[in-house]
């Protein structure tokens, strides 16, 4: 099975952002970039699928020359090729600009590898800014299925039988090949490198592909702000408990939960 | 953006253009020359290039949609089986707030299988007209006849502006209908705020929450935008009904699908967090699993339910669907009570709307302090035990 999994890099999701007061833009210096959390779980289920099923695993991305060292570590738990759009300025283009950018790159790497990818694999929102979309408008550009929030897939003869999560409970959906998902944490945590993989990753060529020459975005972010703060509360006191317990009964009378 | 255009009818040497570009951007491929992403736009190869062969061109600006030929604002009824999801209706409310600004009307788009009766139910919302598209196709939610009918429904309506719940369903209808309609969608938007030229201003964090972002999409209509259940008020239903039920027909072959629904599994019977009117939540200062039983019994006591953070989710202590936050549940309890929780920044987005917050932490610096309505510095684990005793009492269990 040949699979494709789609990576972005964001700033280190567990490193609180905050805006600069000058700049006015999010505070990112000194913020390790990381490959985003449900791009690891794609890879880890990509990977998962590999060893049972067979096949290769190419990663992409789309970024500046910085995003090379994320992708090197996407070859260390499991990707077997993996290529960079090259565009300086990824992070203002919309989810759109980058689907664009990435079906032309879907086009491109099957050409270079002569294959066909039967599974597309994104991660179900990025940690930074969290549109959610560029999976389904992926899809939506390669005119292929797409299943959203996904915690299993198999292979069947041409179709992939899917596990979606919904909020209600779960789905069973059945998709023909090839087709998008986008994953969803499943039951498992992603692999670590070890010292071997890393070294034969570091050999490995990221190659290098260009942007499809027209991308436009759609939506234009206008400015970023700091969330209103709220007033500061009522303390109450907690030397006697007796006390606090009571004050405590009258905020929920209050609330009319009684 | 600009960019080059080479007209290799032009070119005499192709060697000798392509080692003009300091930059090695010209290179030779299957017989023609092309410019790679390497460019800096320095424009020399024009310049010092044979005469004619590039040529730099400014993108025109795409010409300005008509944006008086969209009008309203329209709310896509999200459903199970005809029970209409609550956040249809705080949409609409929504959506009524935005329409006022304009002048301009409300609409609700309703698709399923045998839903005409339950269409009645949202005309006491105030909705002007609601589109029905009822057929047998559409019992189940499956992605591409979906993406049909809300085609087919913009085509005919044109709305200006369209909000989805941001739901399962909704999350995977909005952008398909965007990229189908070649429009823009911002995702997770908690406030909207409609101009007079009716472009709308969509605000929605970012960063797990200690940024917003403030949206809008210019040259595009209609404007496409999700919302979590819980961010916007709900409206009061009304008595009387107001408004029509328009039904709808389209094209049968519209609505064929690649992607099949061969069962649905539900989880166990249960209320979600989202409609309990109180909350207890475990926050990382509960030391062991079976503590969580004192925050049961006192959530039992005042009818509601236990929730938790993320790190108590991910312990695997509780079920990923009681988490409260950015990456859970967006919730709007009349009560919510915190028991060692810190209050970080995607905790607090999730639950901030409550009506009153109580936290209880023992550390006077924690950041929920700076969310809470009432702050208690001290230990849950002596205080939960006596509150439970003082409410048994006052309800003579
Ligand atoms: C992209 C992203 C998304 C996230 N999404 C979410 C989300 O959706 N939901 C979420 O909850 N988190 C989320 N987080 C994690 C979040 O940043 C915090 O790590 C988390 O909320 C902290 O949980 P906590 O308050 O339970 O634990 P802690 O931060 O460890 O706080 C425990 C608190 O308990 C207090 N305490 C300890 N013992 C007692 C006691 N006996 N009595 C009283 N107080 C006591 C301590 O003083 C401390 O303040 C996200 C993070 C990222 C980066
Ligand atoms: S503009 Fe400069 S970089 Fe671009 S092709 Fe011409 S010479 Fe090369």
Known sequence: ?258 | MARLIVHQERIPDHQELINICPFGALEEQDGKVVVNAACKMCRLCIKKGPEGAMEYVEDVKKPEINKDEWKGVAVYADHVDGTIHPVTFELIGKAKEMAAVTGQEVYVLFMGNEIRDKSEEILHYGADKVFVYDKEELARFKIEPYTAVFEDFIKKVKPSSILVGATTVGRQLAPRVAARMKTGLTADCTILEMNENSDLSQIRPAFGGNIMAHIKTPNHRPQIATVRYKIMNAPARAESKSGVIVDCDMDQEMLSSHVDVIDILPKAKETFIENSDVLVVAGRGVKKEEDINMLRELADLLGGQVACTRPMAESGWMDAKYQIGLSGRTVRPKLIITCGVSGAIQFVAGMNHSDTIFAINNDPKAPIFKSAHYCLVGDFYDILPKLIAKIKEKEGV
Not at chain 1, 137 to 149: D, E, G, H, I, M
């Open chain 1, 1 to 258: 099975m040949e699979m494709l999994v789609c990576i972005k890099q964001v700033p280190d999701d567990s490193v609180e952002i905050s805006l600069d007061l000058g700049t006015k833009e999010p505070a990112l210096i000194g913020v390790t970039p990381v490959v985003n959390a449900f791009d690891t779980y794609a890879l880890e289920m990509a990977a998962r699928l590999k060893e049972t099923f067979g096949g290769e695993i190419t990663v992409v991305s789309v970024g500046n020359d910085e995003v090379k060292n994320s992708l090197k570590n996407c070859l260390a738990v499991g990707a077997d090729h993996a290529y960079l759009v090259k565009h300086e300025k990824s992070e203002s283009l919309d989810p759109c600009g980058i689907a664009n950018i990435l079906k032309k790159a879907v086009h491109d790497i099957e050409g270079e590898l002569e294959t066909k990818f039967d599974l597309i694999l994104c991660g179900k929102e990025s940690t930074d800014y969290a549109s959610s979309q560029v999976g389904l408008l992926l899809a939506s550009k390669l005119r292929l299925p797409v299943a959203t929030n996904i915690i299993k897939v198999e292979p069947m003869d041409g179709i992939m039988r899917i596990k979606q999560e919904t909020e209600e409970g779960y789905r069973s959906i059945e998709a023909k090949t090839p087709c998008v998902v986008t994953v969803q944490k499943p039951d498992y945590d992603p692999r670590y490198p070890t010292i071997k993989s890393k070294m034969a990753a570091r050999k490995k060529e990221i190659k290098e592909l260009s942007p499809s020459e027209e991308v436009s975005s759609m939506l234009e972010v206008i400015r970023v702000f700091e969330p209103a703060k709220r007033v500061a509360g009522i303390k109450l006191k907690a030397d006697n408990e007796q006390e606090v317990v009571a004050q405590a009964m009258s905020v929920m009378t209050a609330a009319k939960v009684f």
